[in-house]
């Protein structure tokens, strides 16, 4: 089955101190990629996403990810934490360009980020 | 502004009683999608529409039902056939069902089932 899976539930951080959160996927083929952030109460924001090319993909607030179709993997990172990154962080997939399930995001359970001043 | 509107922020209602969630959005997007959200289960998506008077049912569409009669807007009805409807609700739309199109998400309905 399909599936994304975030290791982590919650991480805390210093301020300033860089971070990286993980996130595999299980899919036959190579999927379109997502992350998002949620502030407490609120909807999603996209941060980056990636569906083929340069494994190494920019986002907004400084976040970037590389994908690595060897580990099947996604992470989230960026060099510097700031307090205003506290949030809960979600990866998501779908199955790409065909088939009946395109446009179908399958999320991760979320990483709870902290961020201590 | 364009966006997703979300109504209303929190909602309460008794066991037993069918309540709507309201999804407006001014984006011109084709597509539009509900997800049910609780603690440590991310999002899972219960219904979805792709064009206006046709939709899919998603993961967990027990209990739920959704009418796309504007392109605008998707409410949803959380029926009492659902088991367990507390939760966070989220509605969200693309311009279209394909892979690579963003899919925006509004504020989210808190539902609290007393």
Not at chain 2, 77 to 86: E, F, L, Y
Request: proline share 5%.
């Amino acid at each position: 089955a399909q599936s994304v899976t975030q290791p982590d539930i919650h991480i805390t951080v210093s301020e300033g101190a860089s971070l990286e959160l993980r996130c595999n996927y299980s899919y036959g083929a190579t999927p379109y990629l997502f992350w998002y952030v949620q502030s407490p109460g609120q909807g999603l924001q996209l941060l980056l996403k990636y569906f083929s090319g340069d494994t190494l993909v920019q986002g907004i607030k400084g976040f970037e990810a590389e994908f690595k179709r060897s580990q099947s993997s996604f992470n989230l990172r960026k060099p510097s934490v700031h307090w205003s990154d506290a949030a809960e962080y979600f990866c998501a997939a779908n199955p790409g360009a065909g088939g009946t399930s395109y446009g179908k995001l399958t999320f991760g359970q979320g990483t709870i980020l902290t961020v201590h001043p | 502004d364009g966006g997703i509107t979300q109504s209303p922020k929190y909602l309460f209602r008794k066991e037993g009683q069918n309540v709507t969630l309201s999804c407006e959005q001014n984006l011109n997007h084709d597509a539009m999608y509900w997800y049910r959200q609780d603690p440590g289960q991310g999002l899972r998506l219960i219904y979805y529409s792709q064009i206006v008077n046709d939709f899919q049912k998603g993961d967990i569409a027990e209990g739920y039902s959704v009418s796309r009669e504007k392109k605008e807007s998707f409410p949803l009805t959380v029926t009492s056939a659902q088991k367990n409807p507390t939760a966070f609700y989220l509605c969200a739309s693309s311009p279209v069902v394909t892979g690579t199109d963003t899919q925006y998400f509004g504020p989210g309905t808190r539902l609290t089932v007393l």
